[in-house]
């Protein structure tokens, strides 16, 4: 193998694309002492940049709720941009989907916990993600879709 086939991959740069945060109703919001329902939407997307340069978002949007009343609303699209070159196209969506997402998560964790923080609430900590079951997940129901319309 060559230098020039040599599979390349590496980290230009990770950064926050967007980042909102919303209270609605503050300040009487403060004043309760119950624990928040706090559900969490994460989305993975990805594009073709440049020659060899891809970039990856991971959006993460957490929304507070006591009873009906929404606490805070975070939404987040952490993002990175890699080098990555001589990798054959079947094996390019898992490394996108699974490698490059891994690698951005713990910085998408850390810009929640904080703006959270800031928002004036106790840090949510994301639990750990596993890309791998996501990405075959959403190959299986690719798979299932392309045979269902196939039989039409």
Known sequence: MTEEQKP???IEKIYVKDLSVEVPHA????????????????NAKN???????????????????L???????????????FRIRHISEEEMAPVLGIGCAN??????RE???????RAGFSAVILSPVNFEAIYQQQ????????????SE
């Open 139 to 150: 190959q299986q129901k690719t798979e299932n879709n392309s045979i269902a319309a196939n």
């Open 8 to 10: 390349v991959f590496t």
């Open 27 to 42: 300040p009487g919001i403060f004043l309760e002492r119950d624990a928040p329902e706090v559900q969490l939407e994460l």
């Open 103 to 108: 690698i951005i998560f713990p910085y998408l």
């Open 67 to 81: 009873k009906e009343q929404v606490m805070f609303l975070v939404e987040v699209e952490q993002a990175g941009v």
């Open 111 to 117: 810009t929640v916990s904080d703006a959270v923080t």
């Open 47 to 65: 594009q073709h940049v440049d020659d060899g340069l891809y970039e990856v978002i991971l959006t993460a949007t957490l929304t507070a709720k």
